[in-house]
């Protein structure tokens, strides 16, 4: 990883995080990687407040039951090791690509998609700061556009997984990954994210993925990306 993609996975990591706390798994423990506790956050919204797009009944199973779910799964696959109080960026930078600790990497990492998530959206949608809506004009054309190459990520993409719009050298990118799979692995900046797994939609939509992601485009809380396209606040 050069300087400018460890730069990036640090910003990254504190601003998903979104709670300022150096944590540090065994294999980077010099390096500051991150902030998020291994501790479900609350939502930010009440479960109904995204319907009728995602109902209370989904918000509920998907929180309470998955998300919650990864950081039980978590909590006793590192309990005893000095991974236990490292934060989710820390373990999933460490244990990414090694297939004795795959069980771990899968649930830390689905447990920040999921902080990511449900942070991505918020309840009649929002607007991006003049910054980020440069970028976006700069990259894709128009936020119209950019919307486009989201939803056509999100419906395309083969099984579970996630669609994301990250910051990357300095350029505004939509990729998508399967399963657990997180681009902080690749010093990508997510900005947003969209949950494609079935249990995502399937109480509400069905098998009908493509109608899941054109009622969740209006949701996604472009302000929110903002801040994390910002970065940090840095220290005076
Ligand atoms: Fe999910």
Redesign the pocket.
């Known amino acids: 990883m050069d300087t400018t993609n460890r730069r990036d996975v640090l910003r990254a990591a504190v601003v998903v995080g979104g709670v300022a706390l150096a944590g540090a798994g065994p294999a980077r423990a010099a390096a500051p990687l991150g902030a998020s506790p291994q501790s479900l956050p609350p939502l930010p919204y009440a479960p109904d407040a995204l319907a009728p797009a995602i109902s209370a009944r989904t918000v509920d199973f998907?929180y309470t039951k998955?998300?919650a779910g990864y950081f039980t799964n978590l909590a006793k696959l590192v309990a005893g090791t000095p991974w236990a109080t490292a934060s989710l960026e820390a373990i999933i930078l460490a244990s990414a690509g090694k297939p004795d600790q795959t069980a771990i990497f899968n649930n830390a990492a689905?447990a920040l998609?999921?902080n990511l998530?449900w942070q991505s959206l918020t309840p009649g949608g929002s607007a991006p700061s003049a910054a980020l809506n440069a970028a976006i004009t700069r990259d894709f054309g128009s936020k119209a556009a950019l919307e486009a190459a989201l939803a056509t990520a999100a419906k395309g993409q083969f099984g579970s997984g996630w669609a994301w719009l990250v910051a990357d050298a300095g350029a505004l990118k939509v990729v998508a990954t399967s399963n657990a799979a997180t681009p902080l692995t690749t010093g990508a900046t997510p900005l947003l994210v969209i949950?494609v797994?079935e249990?995502?939609y399937y109480l509400d939509q069905q098998n009908r993925r493509a109608d899941y992601v054109s009622a969740v485009m209006p949701l996604l809380d472009w302000a929110g990306a903002s801040q994390r396209f910002a970065g940090p606040p840095t220290a005076p």
């Open positions: 998907h998955h998300h689905q998609n999921h998530y949950d797994w249990h995502a």
